[in-house]
């Protein structure tokens, strides 16, 4: 085990070398109107299909090149149904990564000098060969199993299967207990299917929609804010639930300012009224569900006045709001939302939605909850992997017992001796993901890494967590490489193709390369069985019955052969894949396990004296803090404010646009001072910030220090003892008007 | 014909995707912009109201810009669309003082820049980048003079505003309310 601390290093000392080569490129056209009218009309811009990786969406589009080769802008595939030829702002600002002069630019290996860590630059061969043997050594004296990857994003599948070559099956994403594990999991013991992503709600026919704090719009998840748009044009009902006066919340018929941390109670106060003002579907719970008369029983006394003492919303707009979700049933969708890991209790609520949507009707439903169609995409043949001796699962035999993915955490927690189980991670392989904006608690993930005998970093962009590894390998961005085939869920069955617009720019990477390099100097050479992925594609496309030489022209295509059927037919029998077979209002596996069988609403703590309840969320042109940096989007938004209710910023007398210092109950101070943001749009009783800011790598040059990190004060974690989500919610801040630390003497 | 283009802030998100469209499809240097997004709020918690609006060059009618350009750089265009002529631009300035709109900006290559309506794009029969790329669709564009356009259809089925009618420039970007 390695006993020396390991030091932060900041990148720019290796670095810097590389800087000065594209600071012309974005003024390109600038000033040369006419040249670029000749060039389109002559035909001598070319385009490249891609699909966009600034976020999950995912949607397809096109990479515009102009004569020098000289990458120009990025717009929608108008045959796409993630964006129907519209990106949002990340996407059309994603040619921002592709010229941002602070990408990681050569592989860098951590090395001793004097007696201080430091990066030095190396070739790839010298970073795989470091790699291969520290790998190797974690093996044989630990097993292949104690190495683990985290990943987010397209090429996350290519080390996932060099992770399961290599021996391990630990293989995990922050997006399931950080983010929308506790909605899959509630929807899964539910309705026995997940929600998936892209959202199978059909919002466009939905005549009512209610969003419980999910703040579509300010979250450009594209095709869902069109529909959504488009609906209301045809003037559907929008109910939102929100502390915080957000931007759909003033698109909202009704908008329900609830205090928060107390939606459950909301959500059974909904219950209550459906069952006992007899609205709910009573034919489709009839032939579709079981446990209903639990449900009626368990909430008899959750009557509106009761919620009311707990939500601060009115009786009157409870039932109101009930009325107008009967009255559009089953086109009406209670939105399961996206990140929902906020109190611990995230799987029970994700449960009442589910059940809220149960007696709607609205699942299997035009205007409610659709059947998405997927295209299989055959696996280029490749030998059996290996069975893996121990997963993460041993570690944790009574915990997160009905989690259906990977714990991030519990495997961060499990790379730290001695921290409720035993050590049982040597070993991280990092793709896309900067754990410390993306894990809560970034004190113990800077434990977890202290510990570990191998961090490698996979990134585009040198972002905090490089500086903690001990490789860091440059992946080129999505527009200078090819990637697997998207297929995600959608109404109709699609592909789409992601090719190179350019060559990769410095000493990058695409990220399948990288793996398949990695394999073979690790002699697992043999699971990456083509020459490329041009190869691979093109075998791909063609059992699909397309060519990547179509694709390329197209970009998208549509594959009928794989649709199903959209909504349940009338009186239609359906067998749910539950253990019942029904719809399950009362789950006996959640009973057996020692969880509540219908949800129950539990109080949550509050914030004491002078502190506010930490809100945070997106703004639509940044996705986490992978945009941080991008010089398009900071020209955009440049850093996140805090906003404040004006009767608590007149109490502590701090005015519009000061910078403060946030503290939070732990004692943390936030590592910048954050601009405020006196605002009428936010409760009294919390603060609000946008997420992915207050970056601490100096190498950013762009973002450094400005802004706060939300991550940095969330260091109270409500832990879903059912699926192991990390509630984040439960912080409270408090302002700091002078920077801390600072001495007068006089 | 006259071009004109109608911004429904009912629908508007207020995501900048407008900003950065133009800022890609013209080369607009970054740290500039033709178009911007304002958000006003009125109210107190919890009676809010948020107008979310997509901002720049009105192209109007009686467009003080052109009137006020010693040079003639700032013109108008067929179908009332105000332009600037790069070369004849001699960078003073009048015009971005005589703008009740603050629409103008100085290029750092020493000439005034402005919205374009894409002209380059709408001669050749496309929509301007910010109405192709806006998610919400809350942006119609088109020809007045046509009933049929898009702009014009909107204008006949809702209300609609003006900024700063008072100027008297008879501005050409209309704000669906």
New interface residues.
């Given amino acids: 085990m390695k006993t020396s601390r390991r030091e932060f290093i900041k990148i720019s000392s290796a670095g810097a070398a590389g800087l000065a080569i594209t600071g012309s490129a974005?003024?390109?056209?600038?000033?040369?109107?006419k040249e670029?009218?000749k060039l389109?009309k002559s035909g001598e811009v070319k385009r490249y299909p891609t699909y966009c990786e600034i976020c999950f969406w995912k949607c397809a589009g096109w990479t515009y090149v102009n004569k020098e080769g000289k990458i120009?802008?990025?717009?929608?595939n108008e045959e796409d149904p993630h964006?129907n030829?519209?990106?949002?702002?990340r996407g059309?600002?994603g040619?921002g990564s592709y010229y941002d002069e602070d990408r990681l630019k050569k592989p860098l290996i951590r090395v001793s000098k004097n007696g201080k860590q430091e990066f030095r630059e190396a070739t790839w061969d010298e970073a795989f060969e470091v790699i291969a043997s520290k790998m190797k050594k974690i093996a044989a004296e630990h097993g292949p199993e104690c190495i683990a990857l985290f990943n987010h994003g397209t090429g996350g599948k290519y080390f996932t299967t060099l992770m399961k070559a290599f021996g391990s099956g630990n293989i995990t994403a922050p997006s399931f207990a950080q983010c929308r594990g506790p909605r899959e999991v509630g929807f899964n013991y539910t309705f026995g299917e997940t929600v998936e992503s892209p959202e199978r709600t059909d919002i466009i026919n939905a005549r009512c929609m209610v969003l419980i704090g999910s703040h579509l719009?300010?979250n450009?998840h594209?095709s869902q804010?069109?529909e959504?748009?488009?609906a209301?044009?045809r003037g559907i009902t929008l109910i939102t639930v929100d502390p915080r006066?957000s931007?759909?919340a003033?698109?909202s018929k009704f908008?329900l300012?609830i205090k928060p941390a107390t939606d459950l109670a909301l959500l059974l106060a909904w219950i209550h009224v459906l069952i006992y003002d007899e609205l709910y579907d009573k034919e489709y719970i009839a032939r579709y569900a079981t446990g209903f008369e639990e449900l009626k029983e368990h909430v008899k006394d959750m009557t509106p006045e009761w919620a009311y003492g707990i939500t601060t919303i009115k009786p009157d707009i409870i039932r109101k709001t009930a009325y107008e979700m009967a009255n559009a049933k089953p086109s009406v969708i209670v939105h399961p939302g996206r990140h929902v890991t906020w109190y611990g209790d995230d799987t029970q609520r994700s449960r009442a939605i589910a059940i809220l949507n149960a007696l709607l009707g609205s699942w299997g439903r035009k205007g409610g909850f659709y059947h998405p169609s997927k295209v299989s995409v055959p696996d280029f043949p490749h030998p059996e992997f290996p069975q893996p001796k121990r997963t993460w699962r041993d570690v944790y035999p009574d915990k997160y017992l009905l989690a259906d993915e990977v714990v991030s955490t519990g495997i961060c927690d499990a790379s730290i001796p001695g921290l409720g189980s035993a050590c049982n991670f040597k070993g991280w392989i990092v793709y896309a993901t900067n754990l410390l904006a993306a894990l809560p608690d970034q004190r113990k993930t800077i434990e977890a890494i202290n510990n570990l005998d191998l961090l490698v970093v996979i990134d585009t962009m040198p972002a905090e967590l490089a500086g903690y590894a001990d490789v860091v390998l440059p992946e080129c961005t999505y527009l200078e490489r090819y990637d697997i085939l998207r297929n995600s869920p959608m109404k109709e069955a699609y592909i789409a193709l992601r090719m190179p617009a350019a060559e990769p720019m410095y000493d990058s990477k695409p990220g399948w390369w990288i793996a398949k390099q990695l394999a073979e100097k690790l002699g697992l050479g043999e699971y990456f069985p083509y020459k490329d992925m041009e190869e691979m594609l093109d075998w791909q496309l063609k059992q699909l019955g397309s060519s990547l030489e179509e694709m390329k022209k197209i970009g998208v295509k549509k594959l009928p052969q794989f649709n199903s059927k959209l909504y349940f037919e009338e009186n239609e029998d359906v067998e749910f894949n539950t253990p019942s077979g029904k719809i399950e209002l009362y789950s006996q596996v959640f009973a057996d396990h020692g969880f509540d069988p219908i949800p129950v609403y539990q109080p949550h703590p509050e914030p004491p004296e002078g502190y506010y309840r930490l809100n945070y969320g997106r703004a639509?042109?940044h996705t986490f803090s992978r945009t941080a940096n991008n010089?398009?989007?900071t020209?955009?938004?440049d850093e996140n404010t805090l906003w404040v209710?004006p009767r608590v910023a007149s109490e502590w007398g701090i005015e519009n646009g000061q910078y403060i210092w946030i503290k939070n109950q732990d004692g943390v101070v936030s590592s910048f001072p954050i601009k405020v943001r006196i605002?009428?749009?936010?409760?009294?009783d919390s603060v609000f910030m946008v997420h992915g800011f207050g970056q601490t790598n100096k190498y950013y040059t762009r973002s450094y220090g400005r802004g706060a990190s939300d991550t940095q004060m969330i260091t109270n974690i409500m832990e879903d003892k059912i699926m192991g989500g990390t509630g984040m919610r439960g912080n409270f801040v408090t302002f700091l008007t002078e920077k801390p630390g600072k001495e007068v003497v006089s | 014909m006259r071009y004109a283009m109608a911004i429904d802030t009912k629908k508007c998100v207020g995501c900048s995707d407008c900003v950065v469209a133009c800022q890609t499809e013209n080369n607009v240097p970054i740290g500039y912009c033709r178009d911007w997004v304002v958000e006003v709020m009125n109210g107190t918690y919890p009676q809010l109201e948020i107008e979310i609006r997509s901002e720049r060059c009105n192209h109007c009618d009686n467009s003080p810009c052109v009137r006020c350009c010693p040079t003639g750089a700032s013109h108008i265009e067929e179908g009332g669309i105000v332009l600037v002529t790069h070369h004849r631009c001699i960078g003073c300035g009048a015009c971005i003082s005589s703008c009740p709109y603050d629409a103008r900006y100085s290029h750092p290559d020493g000439y005034v820049d402005k919205c374009t309506f894409c002209h380059h794009r709408v001669v050749k029969g496309e929509q301007p980048a910010c109405v192709a790329v806006c998610p919400t669709k809350c942006m119609y564009f088109g020809d007045l003079d046509d009933a049929n356009s898009d702009v014009s259809k909107i204008l006949k089925l809702r209300k609609y505003k003006t900024l700063a009618p008072e100027a008297g420039t008879k501005p050409q970007i209309y704000y669906l309310i």
């Fill in positions: 974005l003024k390109l056209f600038a000033g040369k109107d670029l009218e389109l120009w802008k990025v717009v929608g964006c030829g519209r990106l949002c702002p059309t600002g040619i719009g300010e450009m594209n804010v069109q959504m748009s488009d209301i044009d006066y931007t759909v003033s698109k908008w300012p639509p042109m010089p398009n989007l020209d955009l938004m209710n605002t009428e749009r936010i409760r009294w």
